[in-house]
C-alpha cells in the first residue's frame, strides 16, 4: 500500500465504538431489490468492500446469503466479528478493495456501502472483474442526508459546514452521483448502471447525536478545541429541536448497480 492509502485505510481506527453505535444502516429492501434483479439464490456469494464494522453487511445477512466483509482496518474487522457470531454466513477478512484476497470467479454480487469514494477506481474495477462469476453483479450503496426534510436536517448539515474544515472543502451538495459519476463509470465500464432510491432513518439521543458526529472521519477529533465547540453546538442543536428526547436523522439510500461490462 502507499502512504496515501495506509492513511485512509487507519483513519477510522479511534472512532470504531462511534461508528458501531452511530453509524446509520441500510435498508432490507435494497438487498431484497439487488436479489430480484440479479436473481440471487440461497447459497448466493456476497462480498461486501471496505466493509467496516458490517454495517452494510447486514441486510445481505439477514437475507440469508454468505457474506465475506473485506476490510484493511483491523479494530473494524475485529467489531465486526463480534455482532456477527449470530450470522454463519459471515465471515470477515483482512483485504482492500484493489487486493481483496478473494478467489477469482467466486463471488455473485459484490457491494461496496459508503466506502467507494476512497478506492482507486481502475484498481477496483479490476478486482472486481476477477471475482465475480460470470454473471455478476456491483452495487454501490450510500446514504445521503436529506438536507431540506426538517429543520435539524437543515441545523446539522451547517453544524458540519462550520465545524468540520474537511467537509467544508469538499462540500458540493449530496449528489453522489453526480460526484463520483466519473468514478462509477470507470468500474462500471460501458454498461449502463441503474439507480434504486430507499426512504431510511435514524433515531437518536443526545449521546446518539455526538457519537454520530465522533463517527465521521472528517469531524475534530475528541479532546480538541475544535471538537469541544463542535459538541457545545450540537447539543444546542439536540435542545432546540429534539422530541421526546430524540431526532431524527433522514437519509436517502441510493443504490447504483449493474452488472459491469467486462469491457471499458
Not at 431489490?33 to 441486510?59: C, F, H, K, R
Request: aromatic share 10%.
Amino acid at each position: 500500500m502507499t502512504a496515501a492509502e495506509i492513511a485512509s485505510t487507519e483513519r477510522f481506527g479511534a472512532r470504531v465504538d462511534a461508528y458501531v453505535r452511530a453509524r446509520p444502516g441500510y435498508p432490507d429492501a435494497a438487498a431484497a431489490m439487488l436479489g430480484e434483479v440479479y436473481g440471487l439464490g440461497p447459497q448466493a456469494q456476497v462480498a461486501d468492500i471496505g466493509a467496516g464494522t458490517g454495517l452494510s453487511s447486514l441486510p445481505f445477512l439477514r437475507a440469508g446469503w454468505q457474506v465475506t466483509g473485506v476490510e484493511p482496518n483491523a479494530p473494524m474487522r475485529e467489531a465486526s466479528r463480534i455482532w456477527s457470531a449470530q450470522f454463519a454466513g459471515h465471515r470477515s477478512i483482512d483485504g482492500s478493495a484493489e487486493h481483496t484476497g478473494l478467489p477469482a470467479a467466486s463471488i455473485d454480487l459484490a457491494i461496496a456501502g459508503q466506502a467507494f469514494h476512497w478506492f482507486d477506481p481502475a484498481a477496483f474495477r479490476r478486482e472486481v472483474l476477477r471475482i465475480l462469476k460470470p454473471e455478476g453483479a456491483l452495487a454501490l450503496l450510500w446514504n445521503s442526508r436529506v438536507h431540506e426534510a426538517s429543520a435539524f436536517m437543515q441545523g446539522y448539515n451547517e453544524l458540519l459546514l462550520a465545524h468540520c474544515p474537511e467537509y467544508r472543502a469538499k462540500w458540493k451538495g449530496d449528489d453522489v452521483g453526480s460526484k463520483y459519476a466519473d468514478a462509477m463509470r470507470v468500474v462500471f465500464g460501458t454498461a449502463d448502471y441503474r439507480i434504486d432510491a430507499f426512504a431510511n432513518q435514524q433515531t437518536l439521543d443526545r449521546e446518539g447525536l455526538i457519537a454520530r458526529l465522533d463517527s465521521d472521519s472528517y469531524a475534530p477529533p475528541p479532546g480538541t478545541p475544535a471538537h469541544h465547540a463542535m459538541i457545545d453546538d450540537a447539543r444546542r442543536l439536540f435542545d432546540a429541536h429534539a422530541e421526546n428526547g430524540v431526532v431524527h436523522l433522514i437519509y436517502r439510500t441510493r443504490v447504483f448497480h449493474a452488472r459491469p461490462a467486462r469491457s471499458a
